[in-house]
């Protein structure tokens, strides 16, 4: 399994934005579709956005769709989460995830197979 590492989280202020980074340093997963995750206070993990091995198609939560764009770089081995148009309620630990394919990242939000990093923490105030 590989080890990935968020970055770019911090504190900014409702209608700001944020850019979030997650890598693989010394591995390349440039075979698998990549995902970002999210987890509210109170609330479980949930699925953010998609894109496939190859950059070609994504995916989005209703919640994001439209503020958030997902995007990667193989050569550089990162995913990166452009966030817009910030909300409050954004307010979470985000997370990625590596899956075979976009499909299997919507769905895999509350697995309790595959295992999780320590995330990076995005914090929106009103």
């Known amino acids: 399994q590989i080890q990935l590492e968020e970055s770019g989280g911090g504190l900014v202020q409702a209608g700001g934005s944020l850019s979030l980074s997650c890598g693989a340093p010394?591995?390349?997963?440039?075979?698998?579709?990549m995902g970002w995750f999210r987890q509210a206070p109170g609330k479980e993990r949930e699925f953010v956005a998609a894109?496939?091995?190859?950059?070609?198609?994504?995916s989005y939560a209703a919640s994001v769709k439209g503020r958030f764009t997902i995007s990667r770089d193989n050569a550089k081995n990162t995913v990166y989460l452009q966030m817009n148009h910030l909300k409050p309620e954004d307010t979470a630990v985000y997370y990625c995830?590596?899956?075979?394919?976009?499909?299997?990242?919507?769905?895999?939000?509350?697995?309790?197979?595959?295992?999780w990093g320590q995330g990076t923490q995005v914090i929106v105030s009103s």
């Open positions: 995830n590596a899956a075979i394919t976009v499909q299997a990242l919507e769905l895999m939000a509350r697995s309790r197979v595959v295992p």
């Open positions: 010394g591995r390349t997963f440039s075979n698998y579709a």
């Open positions: 894109i496939s091995w190859n950059g070609d198609g994504t």
